[in-house]
């Protein structure tokens, strides 16, 4: 079903709504999931939740593109378990390195939030994103969105981890000069 049809299933309170997007998007949001928490039950916890965030956010809200809004649901509804889990007990996995890797370009002295809103550094780094080159964006989403593992970056573009992680690296580099160029923090 095409997802202006799934929309609007949504925006009338069908049911029909969830089982069409569990039919075309529950192993999508599955993956996203799983790589962020590494746990099957927890994961289709999130998908479940996933489908409950989207029937009460629609209406009012209309997703331009329903792949990435139910996307970003996933990833925040994973993210919060897996902090949630992380404060139960200390853990290992993907989240962890990521949130490492990530903390030297927007962690500093100044608390970014506190100066900025959220929605201006989210739209400064997706325009980042969209200017990079078409591989190393690709690369830099599947590893910071949808936290894939490394190794798997490697195999789907024919790199070696070690190319994946100079890649990342030097788009890490790029993206902090890009948030001091444009005020976010202080080199």
Not at 32 to 60: K, Q
Not at 84 to 93: E, L, N, P, Q, V
Request: one cysteine or more.
């Amino acid at each position: 079903m095409e997802d202006h049809r799934i929309i609007e299933l949504y925006w009338h309170k069908n049911e029909d709504a969830i089982k069409e997007t569990d039919r075309k998007y529950g192993n999508y949001c599955f993956a996203i999931a799983n790589n962020i928490l590494h746990n099957t039950e927890d994961s289709e916890e999130c998908v479940n939740d996933t489908w409950l965030s989207a029937w009460n956010a629609i209406p009012p809200q209309k997703p331009q593109i329903l792949q990435m809004f139910l996307a970003k649901i996933t990833r925040n509804l994973s993210f919060n378990r897996f902090i949630a889990r992380s404060a139960k007990k200390r853990g290992g996995g993907e989240i962890n390195l990521v949130l490492d890797e990530l903390a030297e370009c927007i962690a500093g002295e100044a608390d970014v939030e506190r100066e900025y809103e959220a929605k201006e550094l989210e739209q400064c780094i997706r325009l980042f994103v969209r200017a990079l080159p078409g591989r190393d964006g690709n690369i830099f989403v599947r590893r910071y969105f949808f936290t894939e593992p490394v190794w798997e970056i490697a195999k789907r573009y024919g790199l070696t981890e070690n190319n994946v992680l100079v890649i990342l690296s030097r788009t890490r580099k790029k993206l902090k000069m890009h948030l001091i160029k444009e005020g976010f923090f202080s080199g």
